[in-house]
């Protein structure tokens, strides 16, 4: 591992100094290509407007008329926090509208991913007149054809990459379809759905069919956790909607069931920040999906009653604690298959009791601690049958190393779809050696040498006046998340005591110019030499209610 520090312009941060902004954040914000004081303005004013999104004018006009019609809609939704949010701001949305509305999650250990054949003839049951795909469809062509044999028509909204077809649906709404101009390709699910929502509410004033002034921003909180637990990247535009959110939970007037999720964890609504969208919401609504059913997720969020919406976020966190007992076992053997095999530099694995549900989180924490591309595997449902889930590091585009291999080995992927950085697929489990060495092969060829090497960026050194509660209160309220990540600092310091807490943590004390400070080392117990090159984070410990300033140590050399 080696820590860097990362470049930052001169100009752009006394730029930013001027107007006002904190010296040190200048600094973080210069390094992030941040120029003004303007690039860090949040208001809705400043979003990408609807009308550059392709399709979005087209999805208004159709749901404008089926709500005229009073047909039935039926959306189909993911089992993640992004599919779960995207479903909750369409159905809020089209009920205030006045639709005919309800949702369907697949059963992920039966049906998988996405609208297949198989979820069209389970939706069909309902009768409904129209599918709305939220946070998935965009690879669906068969289920889409099988919908418009049975009559129905389907509205895709997705933010996945298309495949080489593209489904027959009635409407396509994606930022990353051919011909599609929005600036913002890193849009969630939710964010498309968002943007839907605020076209058909146009429309619908344009007909003079809007009965009642829908509040589109009261549905900015579920946006913000949506976005941020999806790992998106965070472009100004998706700061711009997670801002948004994080006002209304800070005000005190976001949605029940996300407050209640941050409560169930012991965390202030009205001290919510990026953090705790990804770190604390997000994960405890992932766990319905991962475990059982996201429909349990998804009543959290769209519940006005707060008494339920509390009941529902505590059998969430005891998921979600059942999750982490899961996927610590599951990590464990895995690190110990590493161990056995630690020349092989291997990146795939499977292990015949893993759990479906938790393999994505699984391939996330190997990738970091081996610093290379893994995808890993469990037994699904359907006989025969492995799904798998790959996370990435930068260099490696998941997906296209995937579509490498299908290409070289057309009958060897049933299904695949992702992200440059996170991606899902499901072969035979026959077939999973031939797949291992394909993939092992593919990205081999496709990761550059420079991406081997584990690079840690930093912002540089803080001067012992600047490790303030202050700081870390500033930096703690501002929006940070994928591609545009929380400051981590760097600096040299001797190790003076370390101790376990916790179990699994390292408590630290640290000397430097002669002042000691206080520091945790989360997650870790391999001890630290006596002098040491630390990258780490400025942090709040809340100790019975009183507030000091720590450092949370992430890296070291």
């Given at each position: 591992?080696?820590?860097?520090?990362?470049?930052?312009?001169?100009?752009?941060?006394?730029?930013?100094?001027?107007?006002?902004?904190?010296?040190?954040?200048?600094?973080?914000?210069?390094?992030?290509?941040?120029?003004?004081?303007?690039?860090?303005?949040?208001?809705?004013?400043?979003?990408?407007?609807?009308?550059?999104?392709?399709?979005?004018?087209?999805?208004?006009a159709?749901?404008?008329?089926?709500?005229?019609?009073?047909?039935?809609?039926?959306?189909?939704?993911?089992?993640?926090?992004?599919?779960?949010?995207?479903?909750?701001?369409?159905?809020?949305?089209?009920?205030?509208?006045?639709?005919?509305?309800?949702y369907?999650?697949?059963?992920?250990?039966?049906?998988?991913?996405?609208?297949?054949?198989?979820?069209?003839?389970?939706?069909?049951?309902?009768?409904?007149?129209?599918?709305?795909?939220?946070?998935?469809?965009?690879?669906?062509?068969?289920?889409?054809?099988?919908?418009?044999?049975?009559?129905?028509?389907?509205?895709?909204?997705?933010?996945?990459?298309?495949?080489?077809?593209?489904?027959?649906?009635?409407?396509?709404?994606?930022?990353?379809?051919?011909?599609?101009?929005?600036?913002?390709?890193?849009?969630?699910?939710v964010?498309?759905?968002?943007?839907?929502?605020?076209?058909l509410?146009?429309?619908?004033?344009?007909?003079?069919?809007?009965?009642?002034?829908?509040?589109?921003?009261?549905?900015?909180?579920?946006?913000?956790l949506?976005?941020?637990?999806?790992?998106?990247?965070?472009?100004?535009?998706?700061?711009?909607?997670?801002?948004?959110?994080?006002?209304?939970?800070?005000?005190?007037?976001?949605?029940?069931?996300?407050?209640?999720?941050?409560?169930?964890?012991?965390?202030d609504?009205?001290?919510?920040?990026?953090?705790?969208?990804?770190?604390?919401?997000?994960?405890?609504?992932?766990?319905?999906?991962?475990?059982?059913?996201?429909?349990?997720?998804?009543?959290?969020?769209?519940?006005?009653?707060?008494?339920?919406?509390?009941?529902?976020?505590?059998?969430?966190?005891?998921?979600?604690?059942?999750?982490?007992?899961?996927?610590?076992?599951?990590?464990?053997?895995?690190?110990?298959?590493?161990?056995?095999?630690?020349?092989?530099?291997?990146?795939?694995?499977?292990?015949?009791?893993?759990?479906?549900?938790?393999?994505?989180?699984?391939?996330?924490?190997?990738?970091?601690?081996?610093?290379?591309?893994?995808?890993?595997?469990?037994?699904?449902?359907?006989?025969?049958?492995?799904?798998?889930?790959?996370?990435?590091?930068?260099?490696?585009?998941?997906r296209?190393?995937?579509?490498?291999?299908?290409?070289?080995?057309?009958?060897?992927?049933?299904?695949?779809?992702?992200?440059?950085?996170?991606?899902?697929?499901?072969?035979?489990?026959?077939?999973?050696?031939?797949?291992?060495?394909?993939f092992?092969?593919?990205?081999?060829?496709?990761?550059?040498?420079?991406?081997?090497?584990?690079?840690?960026?930093?912002?540089?050194?803080?001067?012992?006046?600047q490790?303030?509660?202050?700081?870390?209160?500033?930096?703690?309220?501002?929006?940070?998340?994928?591609?545009?990540?929380?400051?981590?600092?760097?600096?040299?310091?001797?190790?003076e005591?370390?101790r376990?807490?916790?179990?699994?943590?390292?408590?630290?004390?640290?000397?430097?110019?002669?002042?000691?400070?206080?520091?945790?080392?989360?997650?870790?117990?391999?001890?630290?030499?006596?002098?040491?090159?630390?990258?780490?984070?400025?942090g709040?410990?809340?100790?019975?209610?009183?507030?000091?300033?720590?450092?949370?140590?992430?890296?070291?050399?």
């Amino acid at each position: 591992m080696k820590i860097v520090e990362r470049s930052w312009s001169a100009a752009d941060r006394d730029a930013l100094v001027a107007g006002g902004i904190h010296p040190v954040l200048a600094r973080v914000y210069a390094g992030r290509s941040i120029k003004n004081r303007n690039d860090l303005e949040y208001d809705s004013a400043r979003l990408h407007p609807p009308s550059l999104l392709k399709g979005t004018a087209e999805a208004a006009a159709l749901l404008a008329d089926a709500i005229a019609s009073n047909k039935r809609l039926l959306i189909v939704a993911d089992y993640d926090a992004d599919g779960a949010t995207a479903c909750a701001v369409g159905l809020r949305a089209l009920r205030a509208f006045g639709a005919n509305v309800d949702y369907l999650v697949p059963d992920r250990f039966k049906l998988g991913y996405g609208l297949s054949p198989e979820l069209v003839n389970l939706a069909a049951e309902r009768k409904p007149d129209l599918l709305i795909t939220v946070d998935n469809g965009i690879a669906s062509v068969e289920g889409v054809a099988r919908a418009a044999e049975l009559g129905i028509a389907t509205l895709i909204t997705d933010h996945h990459l298309p495949g080489a077809a593209l489904p027959a649906a009635a409407c396509i709404v994606n930022p990353n379809q051919p011909g599609c101009v929005f600036p913002s390709k890193a849009l969630a699910g939710v964010g498309v759905m968002f943007y839907v929502m605020l076209s058909l509410r146009a429309e619908l004033r344009r007909r003079n069919s809007l009965n009642r002034d829908v509040n589109m921003g009261a549905l900015t909180d579920l946006v913000a956790l949506g976005t941020v637990a999806d790992v998106v990247p965070l472009d100004a535009n998706n700061r711009n909607l997670v801002s948004q959110g994080l006002k209304r939970l800070r005000a005190g007037r976001g949605q029940p069931g996300i407050a209640a999720l941050l409560r169930a964890a012991g965390r202030d609504p009205a001290q919510a920040s990026s953090f705790d969208l990804g770190f604390v919401a997000g994960p405890r609504l992932n766990a319905a999906g991962r475990l059982a059913d996201m429909s349990l997720g998804i009543e959290c969020l769209t519940t006005d009653d707060e008494a339920r919406a509390a009941n529902l976020a505590q059998q969430l966190d005891r998921m979600n604690q059942e999750r982490k007992k899961i996927e610590s076992s599951m990590l464990e053997t895995a690190m110990g298959e590493t161990e056995k095999l630690r020349d092989q530099n291997r990146s795939v694995f499977f292990v015949p009791d893993w759990h479906e549900g938790v393999v994505g989180i699984v391939a996330a924490r190997l990738k970091d601690r081996l610093h290379r591309p893994v995808i890993c595997f469990a037994r699904a449902a359907a006989n025969g049958q492995l799904k798998g889930s790959g996370r990435s590091v930068a260099g490696l585009h998941l997906r296209d190393c995937l579509d490498l291999v299908a290409k070289r080995e057309p009958d060897l992927i049933v299904r695949f779809g992702g992200h440059a950085m996170a991606a899902g697929l499901t072969i035979a489990e026959a077939d999973y050696a031939r797949f291992a060495e394909a993939f092992e092969r593919a990205q081999e060829e496709m990761l550059p040498a420079a991406a081997r090497q584990r690079v840690v960026e930093t912002d540089g050194a803080l001067e012992p006046a600047q490790r303030t509660l202050e700081l870390a209160r500033l930096i703690e309220a501002q929006i940070w998340g994928q591609g545009f990540p929380q400051p981590l600092f760097c600096d040299t310091f001797a190790v003076e005591s370390q101790r376990v807490v916790g179990d699994k943590h390292l408590k630290l004390i640290l000397a430097k110019d002669g002042r000691r400070i206080e520091a945790m080392r989360f997650g870790a117990l391999d001890p630290l030499p006596a002098q040491v090159r630390a990258a780490y984070r400025l942090g709040v410990n809340d100790f019975n209610g009183l507030k000091t300033v720590q450092l949370n140590v992430e890296h070291f050399e």
